[in-house]
């Protein structure tokens, strides 16, 4: 038997005729506009209000957004048809959803820094301290506390010095090259072109990330044990909260102010 289901009401990008076929036991799966094979980065830029469905299904689009959606669910080993249903979900996009709108840089850099910066500076000692309590309780029944604890404690160093080094270099020269005029030649740096910077920035991303898909794998996605206390509940939910937010953070960089500032560059002389 073949079914084939239309989904009217996806976002932009999915639409038109999204379709997959059902067929016996074998799920099989045609879609028209190509989803499968668009960067993870390209759709969440189409709507952002994918993320949390990503985030769910530990699909990371913004250290891994160069992967498709078809490479990014196998890595995971989800299905994707799964992923296909709720985003269709989530509905037609509004026109204010839209990552492209960010066309002042200086606007997007203290959106970075007061939103997610800030975020990283409050959450990071609340979960670390919170962990510490859960594996001095449970480190016993649990161990894979230990690592995890472990594992956070080298993710928070690794961003917070990243911050300071984006805040302090990176941002600064950004903000100078958006108030140099058209025609104008291009500022000094001490690090010659914008592209070195920035690729240490994206290396530092990647290994954040590979950082993060260590802590959901040791915590099965961030689902505390069925025994859980408060604590222990409150400490995996902030941990995948922790994820989200970096995961959000991120992406703003490495696609949309980081190709923009590498542009803006290009354009001076
Ligand atoms: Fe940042
Ligand atoms: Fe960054």
Redesign the pocket.
Known sequence: MTVVITLPAAPRILSPQLSYRLSGEVFSMSVSSSILQTRLADLVQDDPRITPVLDRFGLDYCCRGYRTLQEASIDQHVAVSDVLEELQAIGPRPDTCDAAAWTDLPGLIRH?VTR??RYVREHQPVLQALLDKLVKRHGAGHPELIEVRVLFESLSEEMLQH?NK?ENILFPYIETLANTSAGQSRPPSPFGTILNPIRAMEQEHLEAGNLLERLRALTSAYQAPADACMSYRLCFEGLAQFESDLHQ?VYL?NYVLFPRAIAMEGALG
């Open positions: 970075i997610h910066h911050m984006e953070h960089e």
